[in-house]
């Protein structure tokens, strides 16, 4: 770029909500912008617990409320000693062998215990699978590599019972950072791919390069700052270029599975999304990318019409990809 | 959504071009904003002749320059008294019997002429496909439908010489909205649809409904303002809900052909082509979106590694979904 090249100054502009949206998107889009967190310092680690066990407690109750009563048996396990929420929504045929492994959110900081259990629900149901959600340990006390190393000890005593291609891996936002992690690792280590990759607006780039991390600040409502002070924690000194950090700059040339990604047009992981496309497209993997109109991150709490919308194009994929079809099984 | 819900205020801000680009890509950014062009009232149509003629003037001599030692036999020829550039790359195998329909962009009021046979060129170069150029009628002589009826016109003279499965339909913006329109009078007039339908950065609502509007105005340096007045001079008088003007509001469950669509994420008309791309989607149209990241309207004028990797995804798509298999043929 020319020496002293431009930024553009966007001035400040009111954003209406679109009026073709659902009345669950516009509800969502009403409640106005969460309020940021402010993050201790990186070496106040008893800040950060308590920071950690706020942020925890102010989601445990909504997210347990949503998955109350979906048609789903949950129980913990351990799976080589890593705890795992096994659910199985009741649709789910008897005779279909495969495993939606799921990875939850929140920063690599929250989303474990009951929120893991109640998000592994709501994958369940979203994938119409049976999902083994991971209840991976998360910092201040167990930093990187810990969450992905739990994950990938999951995912060999999966493979231990189960095929590779009855074996599908998506997450959400950190989760889905986590997914890509974990598939690039697999592929390190001589393991087989999954069938099939699910990246939900993942955080894939720690380093926090991408242009909607600009253009999209203060307009994505759900995500509304630099998530850094968290990804410091969690990379814990490591290079945050690590492609077990940020998938992003792995490099897929050398093999990576179908995968399908989903964003909103107001995600600040819009740019996160749409370079993982286009870096899992130029190494000629397959890969889908399904983008929101007005989504903020995570999308409308999986709540309206445009969510199920998406959460079809992820059951379409996964039916594509792996080995067992369960639209003829049910048939 | 709830009565009185809050719009969203964005503050001012500072966007840097991201590092990460090409130098080709950085470059097209670093130009910065393009000035927005003043409109004249709807009805003085004089004043719209000499604005058309100067900005037709302004681009006339940049698009031949980058086309004219492009590798592209062209004439001019008459499909049934519409003019057509009958573009031809070199490298077309002479026994491919394949032609895309190019439909220029310029906001229904520019891009004829010589500017049509040197973007045609050029779109001939990026399909690697004998190219037909429509160098339809544009306002203010001629309005709604007379681009459209031309568009038909020709589409159907190239339907008395080919197979369906042979002809690919595209377009920029404008000639993405006309494309799609063609597609959508096809199907309604009982016409055989077209192997493959290329909508970049198509303008497919002229309502100018979709959230980008907002959230990337001033953010796209290449459009910069609503196309309005624009779309109000090519609609004369005709409800811009028309799916003939806006086909994003078609229905397409009565059918379509498989489509693929490109955007950039600071693209004004991000929407346009995330909406277009769900509606084929819902019913259960073939469609792919491929989104340029930073890409303002229309990416980095055709000029970069990262275009050139999406012209590499629209050929691909061609040739899964055409008759002819280029790739084999010429091997």
Redesign the interface.
Known sequence: ??EG?????????????????S?EA??V??M??MTAFAYPALEDLDAWRSMIATRQEASVGILTSMAKDLPVTSKRISARGVGVYDLVPEVVDTNDPRVYLDLHGGSFLTGSGEVCRATGALAAMRSQMRTWSVDYRTPPDHRFPAALDDCLVVYRELLETHEPGDVVIGGTSAGGGLAAAVVLRARDEGLPLPAAVVLSTPEVDLTE????F??????D?MLVASLMPANLLYADGHDLTDPYLSPLFGDFSKGFAPTILTTG??DLF??NT??M??AL??AGITA???????GPHGGFFGLSPEDA?IAG?IRRFITEHSSHDATSATQ
Chains 1, 2 share one sequence.
């Open positions: 770029m020319p090249a431009p930024s553009l100054e966007v001035p400040a502009r009111v954003i209406p909500i679109p009026a073709y949206l009345p516009s509800g889009l009403g106005g912008r390069s991408g242009d909607s600009h253009v999209n600040l203060g307009v409502s047009t107001r819009l740019s749409v370079r496309h286009r497209r130029a889908e990318l399904h983008v929101l109109e007005a919308e194009e």
